[in-house]
């Protein structure tokens, strides 16, 4: 629990760098999804390398093992800049559903693993490297998404980010992801999981994570259409 009081004014504080000096002089429309990337920032790609390392490092692990201290260190930094970011959409985007609801979803399954049943920390850290692998190209793609209107560097890098973006987080999201989760329900399943971990529990975070995917997956294609229909609309006006 004391890594809590660690992590979450860290991300507290990297949120105020963001929003009142890294990006003061960006429209007030767009700085707090600014400041959301920036903090996104400072978890994502960490979090893939914590995550990992505290994975090898546990010559138990699987998918019903007990928790080790470096997993529970990086549940406990995930639950922190999940909190953060959940209280940014809740001041500045109240009508965000998706999101909100997306976040509550994250921190049920991050805080029973760590604080409820104190197994499958494997699973659920393999899970976060998964999403956050893609975080860093996504972040930059949203800001120069955000500001591609009015800056050409930002327009430039946006069409850059996009194709390799949207490849990256549509083999993540639509083939890795999805052969994890089809593991983890065989595994569960199977009675392996030994009492440790409650079928509510198991179950419930099986139907967040195929309900993330499945949104991750929607959100990506429409991407993907949006990409090929700007792109058959400079080559029409080319034409003509």
């Known amino acids: 629990m004391e890594n809590l009081f660690l992590f979450f004014p860290m991300f507290i504080t990297i949120y105020l760098i ?75 985007c109240p009508g965000d559903l998706l999101f909100i609801g997306h976040h509550l979803a994250t921190l049920f399954v991050f805080v029973t693993c760590r604080y409820l049943v104190s197994h499958g920390a494997c699973a659920i850290l393999a899970l976060l490297v998964l999403a956050e692998l893609t975080s860093a190209c996504q972040n930059a793609w949203t800001l120069a998404r955000a500001r591609r209107d009015d800056v050409v560097l930002a327009a430039k890098l946006y069409g850059l980010l996009s194709p390799p973006f949207y490849a990256l987080y549509s083999i993540v999201r639509g083939v890795l992801g999805p052969c ?61």
């Not at 400072?42 to 390398?49: E, K, M, Q, R």
Request: proline letters at 4%; one cysteine or more; hydrophobic letters at 55%.
């Open 18 to 92: 963001g929003y009142f000096i890294v990006f003061r002089n960006w429209s007030p429309k767009i700085r707090p999804e600014a400041a959301s990337c920036f903090i996104s920032f400072a978890h994502g790609t960490p979090a893939v390398f914590l995550a990992t390392s505290a994975i090898l490092a546990d010559s138990n692990r699987g998918f019903a093992a007990p928790n080790t201290e470096p997993e529970n260190s990086v549940l406990d930094f995930s639950i922190s800049y999940f909190t953060m970011d959940l209280l940014h959409y809740l001041a500045f």
């Open 180 to 240: 994890l989760v089809y593991k983890m329900c065989v595994f569960y399943m199977s009675g392996e999981a030994g009492g440790v971990i409650p079928m509510w529990v198991w179950v419930s975070w099986i139907v967040v994570v195929v309900m993330a995917i499945s949104v991750s997956i929607l959100w990506i294609f429409n991407l993907w259409v949006e990409f090929f229909r700007e792109r058959m609309g400079k080559l029409e006006e080319k034409v003509t």
